[in-house]
Nanobody
């Protein structure tokens, strides 16, 4: 069974940076597309970024384009989300999710993913 664990969430000032990690165990991530999602209090879960299993294709929500970068290291069974120029509206619990998929598939729709981590809190505040 695939298990995902997020880490790297923290309290950061506006304009700051964080790198989130999504570490997998139980199975290799080689065949899984990965998505990062976030959910703020009182709001629906939204897709932030996603990456195909081979890392060749990525996608970003408009709200984070140019500020966030998704990457993966299949040798370490880990996916990363580098977040720069953070804004207060980025405050949320961030989740990673995995779905076994064709090489170039990825999606920002959370219902497409079967495996989820427990989340990590990101707070952007002065």
């Amino acid at each position: 069974q695939l298990q995902l664990v997020e880490s790297g969430g923290d309290l950061v000032q506006p304009g700051g940076s964080l790198r989130l990690s999504c570490a997998a165990s139980g199975r290799t991530l080689d065949y899984y597309a990965i998505g990062w999602f976030r959910q703020a209090p009182g709001k629906e879960r939204e897709g932030v970024s996603c990456i195909s299993s081979d890392g060749s294709t990525t996608n970003y929500a408009d709200s984070v384009k140019g500020r966030f970068t998704i990457s993966r290291d299949n040798a370490k069974n880990t996916v990363y989300l580098q977040m720069n120029s953070l804004k207060p509206e980025d405050t949320a619990i961030y989740y990673c999710a995995a779905e076994i998929a064709a090489t170039n598939w990825h999606s920002l729709r959370y219902i497409e993913y079967d495996y989820w981590g427990q989340g990590t809190q990101v707070t952007v505040s002065s």
